[in-house]
C-alpha cells in the first residue's frame, strides 16, 4: 500500500468519524428534570391521591438501535419507570406501553398500562431528538399495577 493510499484511507475514516459524531442520532439523547404526579383517578386502594414531587430521567429513543422511550420517574420510596414506543408526539389515543416500579422490591405492571400522551413541548430544536429542553405532560392508566388508577404525570426535562 503506498503513502497516498494510506493517507487516502485515514482521511476517508475522518471525515466518516466526523460525520457521525455531528449527526443528531451521535447526540446525547438523555434528559434529566423532574415535575409532578397529579390528578389521580381510581388510585385510593394505594393511597395515590396527593401530587407527588418526582425527579426524572429520559433516555430517548434511538431508531437506529430501538424505538423505545426510557422514563424513569424517582419518588422519595420508589421508582417507577414507564418504556413508550417512538413517537414521542401528542395523540387523542391510548398506547399500550410496559410499566414497571420499585417499592419493596421490582415488578412489573400486569396488565401493561397505557400511556395518552397530551403535550410535547420541544425547546431549542425541532423534534425531541434535537431540542435543549422538553416540556411533556401524559395520562397513564393502569397506573402502579392498579388497572382503573389514572394519573397525569408533568414534566420539565434539560439535555444533560
Known sequence: ??????????LAGLVAAATLSLSPAAMAQDFLGGGTI????????QGWSNPQMIRARMRLAATATNGMNALSLFLTDGTVTLTIPD?????GTWRRIW????????GG????????IRNVFVIGGATPATAEDLLIRLRVRGFN??????????????RR
Do not use: I
Not at 2 to 10: H, N, V
Not at 87 to 91: D, E, K, N, V, W
Open 1 to 10: 500500500m503506498t503513502l497516498f493510499s494510506r493517507t487516502r484511507l485515514t
Open 38 to 45: 397529579a390528578e389521580f383517578s381510581g388510585c385510593e386502594e
Open 87 to 91: 413517537p414521542l408526539a401528542p395523540g
Open 99 to 106: 410499566g414497571g416500579a420499585v417499592w419493596d422490591e421490582p
Open 109 to 116: 405492571w400486569d396488565p401493561r398500562p397505557r400511556v395518552r
Open 145 to 158: 399495577w392498579m388497572p382503573y388508577c389514572e394519573a397525569t404525570v408533568v414534566l420539565a426535562l434539560t
